[in-house]
């Protein structure tokens, strides 16, 4: 596994990835920060995946919505997964609930309640790329972000204004 480092608007952060695929991108002092394995089975040096997400993070934190989709592969239980599968499909300025992602796991036959949603929300290891910052609570309050609630407000604001530039059809 390969690391590098990279700087954004809300403080640097700390990218990993196999030869295939990102499996995680935390901010520094963020809770969970390395999933727990780094930096003991990394090495740094930068990778063609490493320079995609770098560049995929630079047009995210320049206000342009990334088109280029990046091979991910967390790591976690099954039911984070389900979550974090949940996660990537909200949309780009959208926000959603923990509550409604309960919903959507129930449909799917998921045995879940809004707390372990909360919980799995927070560990995901791959911030931004797979967009926990878009869960909100029910009272449509900021609750619970690992890189910290200002970070996620900014993330909001980012995509908030991203989408008020983009014409109007």
Not at 22 to 41: C, D, I, K, N, T
Not at 97 to 105: A, D, S
Not at 111 to 119: D, F, I, L, N, R
Request: charged residues 15%; proline residues 7%; positive net charge.
């Amino acid at each position: 596994m390969f690391s590098a480092t990279c700087h954004s608007p809300v403080g640097r952060m700390t990218l990993v990835a196999s030869d295939a695929a990102l499996l995680g991108a935390w901010f520094e002092g963020q809770r969970h920060f390395g999933g727990g394995w780094l930096p003991a089975v990394t090495q740094q040096r930068e990778t063609p995946l490493l320079s995609a997400a770098r560049t995929w993070l630079d047009a995210y934190f320049d206000g342009r919505r990334p088109e280029a989709i990046l091979p991910l592969a967390p790591v976690g239980t099954p039911f984070q997964l389900a979550v974090w599968r949940l996660l990537r499909q909200i949309p780009y300025g959208s926000v959603t609930t923990y509550g409604m992602l309960t919903e959507q796991l129930r449909a799917l036959g998921v045995k879940a309640c809004p707390q372990a949603v909360g919980s799995a929300v927070g560990r995901n290891p791959v911030s931004v790329f797979i967009p926990c910052h878009r869960v909100i609570g029910s009272d449509g309050s900021l609750t619970g972000y690992a890189a910290g609630l200002e970070t996620k407000s900014f993330l909001l604001q980012l995509e908030s204004r991203s989408n008020e530039a983009l014409p109007k059809s």
